[in-house]
């Protein structure tokens, strides 16, 4: 079993500054998201392709702005697609999307609207796109009830289908069973959505990802709706720990995060609430009364922060000496 990364940031994180970032929030975390990795990207408008004009959105930049700005980043690995709320579903804006190379859409509704999805997810295949499927406030269905309607949406040819806790209500044991639930149910990957409310994200992505959920949503620095989302980089440092998602630069993510994206959000008053420093010592093990030693020898050395203490601390997180972490540093370098 192995598991994968959807980054929602430039979607669902969209939610904490309007409906949209802003042009250099968007191209900044593009270009860091994709050059990380980082195999699934949604961005855009929150509430979906279409919603400024549908829906009156308008606290963002356009469908069209959004789609210029990813087009330098479509020839990376990493796939981009944008969100599309079934109750707001117009045919145009899946050719739209066609027509401007993105890989997927991923069409929402409530648990229980299955007939308002279902031409939806057909004109997204027939356009040559994949259909993902986003069952949002998933847990207003018992688990019986929501893996019945995942068949149904299965069967109209989804490519991949969300479990959505989207007001962070979940418990584990419940994240894990609505998981066990829809993989029985279903051939097709089965993705969770995990939000904060109750302080359990982590605990609810990593008891989906062992009860056979293929894809975790993430957004980094948590940053979504509400009390937020599973941070994209406390995902990746978990699964890492296990074994998955070796194919993203963490370390690169975490410098990204540091040196760009903390920074442009303190603009916005949004604090990063687990630093990439603090979630170093938690992956490694470092306890925090040597990061002043740490510090002066990645500055002298010019050595990746975060790199050195995941590397000192698999030889000595008891007690790394000045001397371990300049060697350290050497071969790093």
Known sequence: MSVA???????????????GFD???????L?????????TVEFGNAGGIGAYEVAGYTQALTDKEY???????????????MFLNAKRYRENNVAIAKERGLSFLRIGADAGELDISI??????????????????KAYILTPDELAEEAKALADAGLDQITIMDSAGT??????AEYTEKLVKAVSIPVAFHCHNNLGLSAANALAAYKSGASILDCGLMGMARSAGNLPTEVCVGMMQRYGEMKNIDLYKMLAFIETRLMPAMEKHNYHNSITPLDLTLGISGCHSSFVKTFKAVAKEKNVNLFRLIVEVSAVNRKNPSEALMREVADKIA
Do not use: H, W
Request: charged share 25%.
């Open 31 to 39: 270009d860091g998201l994709t050059s990380c990795g980082v195999p």
């Open 119 to 136: 031409q939806p997810i057909k004109d997204v295949k027939k356009y040559g796109l994949k259909a993902f499927y986003s069952l949002m």
């Open 5 to 19: 990364l959807m980054d929602c940031t430039l979607r669902d994180g969209a939610n904490i500054v309007g409906k």
């Open 67 to 81: 789609l210029d700005i990813a087009q330098k980043y479509l020839n990376r690995s990493s796939e981009l697609g």
């Open 23 to 29: 042009a250099e929030i968007t191209d900044m975390v």
């Open 170 to 175: 979940m418990t584990p044991d419940q994240a």
